[in-house]
Structure formats: structure tokens, C-alpha cells
């Protein structure tokens, strides 16, 4: 699992509790996972189709760092799958746990498209390939 993105928690993070809000969280995961999907498929053309339970292990507060993990678990013909953690930067505390996320590289007309990847990248050369 790589933790490359970092979030110091804000109070325009935070839900009525004064705890971090899982739509803010969800958000930032979102957009990790997508990113990372497309350096691993070498195209932005990658669109969200499945997320499986998320699992909200424990509460960040206001001042928090937070990091976010993902890792890729299986590459498909047009699909590629995903681990995901996010956790307390200092203490390591696991804050949430998404199992599977599955995005689908799609054509010009939104059509799933074969991606032809098998491997993980830990550059993104991909995206400067013809
Ligand atoms: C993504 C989309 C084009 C896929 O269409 P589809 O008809 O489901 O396509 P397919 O049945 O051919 O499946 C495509 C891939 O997704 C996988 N898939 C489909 N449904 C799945 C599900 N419920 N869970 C996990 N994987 C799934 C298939 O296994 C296949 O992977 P593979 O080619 O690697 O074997 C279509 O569902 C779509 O446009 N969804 C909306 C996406 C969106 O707007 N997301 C939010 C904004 S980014």
C-alpha cells in the first residue's frame, strides 16, 4: 500500500460531532483513487463503477494529519481493482478501510475499452505513452 496523499484536518472537514465528516472522506478518496487509476492505466479516460462496504475503523479530530493509501489488487481487461486505507499519519490508527474499488477505463463514447495493463506502475510513464 503507498500513503501518498496527506490532509491536515480542517473544521470545514468536520461533521455536527466535530469529528471528520465521511463525505469529505469520501470525497478524498475518491479522487485519490481515481488518480491513481489513471496513472496505473495510462489514460484519464477512467470512470468510478464500484465501491464495496467502507469500513469507518475510527474518528479523526480537527488538527489531524490523515493519510490515504491505495493499493492495486487486480488488473481486468477493462477494469482495474483497488485496496484502499486511510490512517492517522503520527499514530498509524487505522481510520477507514475500503476493500475493493473497482474503476473501468471507457472509450470516447463512455464504453468500457481494454486497457491492456497487467502490471502496477510506481512511475506514471504510462501517461506519456502514445
Ligand atoms: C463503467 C461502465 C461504462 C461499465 O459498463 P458495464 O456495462 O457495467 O460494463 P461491463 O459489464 O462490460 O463491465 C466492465 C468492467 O467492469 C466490471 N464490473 C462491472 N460491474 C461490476 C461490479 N458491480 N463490481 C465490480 N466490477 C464490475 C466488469 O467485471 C468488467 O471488468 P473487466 O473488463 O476487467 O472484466 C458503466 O457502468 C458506467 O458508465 N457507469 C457509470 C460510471 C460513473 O458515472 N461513475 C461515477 C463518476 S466517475
Not at 498509524?92 to 502496477?120: C, Q, Y
Amino acid at each position: 500500500m503507498n500513503f501518498y496523499t496527506r490532509k491536515w484536518i480542517k473544521p470545514e472537514d468536520l461533521n455536527a460531532h466535530g469529528t471528520l465528516f465521511g463525505g469529505s472522506l469520501l470525497r478524498w478518496i475518491d479522487e485519490e483513487a481515481a488518480i491513481y487509476a489513471i496513472i496505473q492505466l495510462g489514460t484519464n479516460r477512467c470512470v468510478t463503477k464500484f465501491m464495496s462496504e467502507i469500513n469507518f475503523v475510527s474518528s479523526a479530530r480537527q488538527g489531524d494529519i490523515i493519510e490515504l493509501g491505495i493499493k492495486a489488487t487486480h488488473f481486468g481487461r477493462t477494469s482495474l481493482s483497488l485496496a484502499c486505507e486511510v490512517r492517522n499519519k503520527i499514530t498509524k490508527k487505522s481510520i477507514l478501510t475500503i476493500d475493493k474499488m473497482v474503476f473501468v477505463s471507457v472509450d470516447e463514447h463512455g464504453l468500457p475499452w481494454a486497457h491492456g495493463r497487467t502490471t502496477i506502475t510506481y512511475t506514471d510513464e504510462r501517461l506519456r505513452e502514445d
